[in-house]
């Protein structure tokens, strides 16, 4: 393996889920809906697959499906964006965060990022030779430490990776937090890279995207994509938001990545961007019903359980248990107990501080769920 990814490891995603099925164990881990999409989305693909459309779609992405994409962000955002020029349509959001990393980012450049990250967000940087400064999130609240930000920002800071609603702590960075974050960019020269992919799923505060801030759009790309609104990760379609000046590097990189999203699929996803208002309505109802349920069966075992805000992610402190680290638990929780979650040591620079958090899934069926906490009751 090449010099700059051998400190990778393989992503803890895929060694708990292989460890979740090898051991039986409900899996609370991996992030993917044990429910399918919706058939209206469905239905559009498979029509765009009889209708012949199975060629190369253009490289920025399927006309139809920027136009649909640039009318949903203006009706999040309240920003207008050219459909032609500032969207781009990827392999989901990883591939938008890599493209836009590798395409807008010079070794040595620092880039800031949030502890506990997701974990692509490492290789990303890694690969395009970034220097990665972290800035921890600490429990209850995971605030932003804005002293630390600010004596973080250096002359060499070229960019601040945010994601919001965030991964894996379910915190939302707040109006405040967001606008203290953008005048530092503005008084830096400093870009945003937002990841926003879990924004439709939010239980207690609006989801602000940090573009719509008054100078921001210039600065910011805003990544989304269709996989955890429409339940559909195995689709990945996901998108990038940015002015053309920023657009022209993050398509570069895509260009000789990809070329282009899969055509029928990207049909797909033109139908589920024009979904009624009552889709995300009734998505948000059922995600707080599973949500609902597993915070308190996780209360009624014996974790502490952090807020969470938005995305499909509750932290949980597994100390009560007295085990030594967060793998030990997550190990033991697998192969004695029956039930898989992520240990969120991987999720920093500095390993020490996420020894005494694992984090759950609830997106899955409530049966799931409940077979879940029905094992954790009986057996930990
Ligand atoms: N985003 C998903 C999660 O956080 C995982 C995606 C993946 O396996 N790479 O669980």
Known sequence: ??????????????????????????????????????????????????????????????????????????????????????????????????????????????????????????????????????????????????????????????????????????????????????????????????DEVYHKLTFDMEHISIASLPEMFERTVTMNSLGKTFSLTGWKVGWAIAPEHLSWGMRQAHTFLNFTIATPLQCGAVAALRAPDSYYADLKRDYIAKKTILVEGLKSVGFKVFPSSGTFFVLADHTPFGFENDVAFCEYLIKEIGVAAIPCSVFYLNQEEGKNLVRFTFCKDEETLKAAIARMKERL
């Open 1 to 194: 393996v090449a010099k700059r990814l051998e400190k990778l490891k393989a992503t803890i995603f895929t060694q708990i889920s292989k460890l979740a099925i090898k051991h039986g164990a409900v899996n609370l881990g991996q992030g993917f809906p044990n429910f399918d999409g919706p058939d209206f989305v469905k239905e559009a693909a498979i029509q765009a697959i009889r209708d012949g459309k199975n060629q190369y779609a253009q490289g920025y992405g399927v006309p139809d499906l920027s136009i649909a994409i640039a009318e949903r962000f203006k009706k999040d955002t309240g920003l207008v964006v050219d459909p032609e020029n500032q969207v781009t349509v990827t392999a989901g959001c990883t591939e938008a965060i890599a493209a836009t990393v590798l395409g807008l980012i010079n070794p040595g450049d620092e880039v800031i990022l949030f502890a506990p990250f997701y974990d692509s967000y490492i290789a990303t940087l890694s690969m395009a030779g970034a220097d990665i400064k972290s800035i921890t999130l600490r429990p209850p609240d995971f605030a932003v430490p804005i002293d630390e930000l600010k004596s973080t920002i250096s002359k060499n800071t070229r960019a601040i990776l945010l994601n919001t609603p965030h991964n894996p702590t379910g915190k939302m960075f707040t109006r405040e937090e967001l606008n203290t974050i953008a005048s530092l960019c503005i008084e830096n020269d400093v870009l945003v890279f937002t």
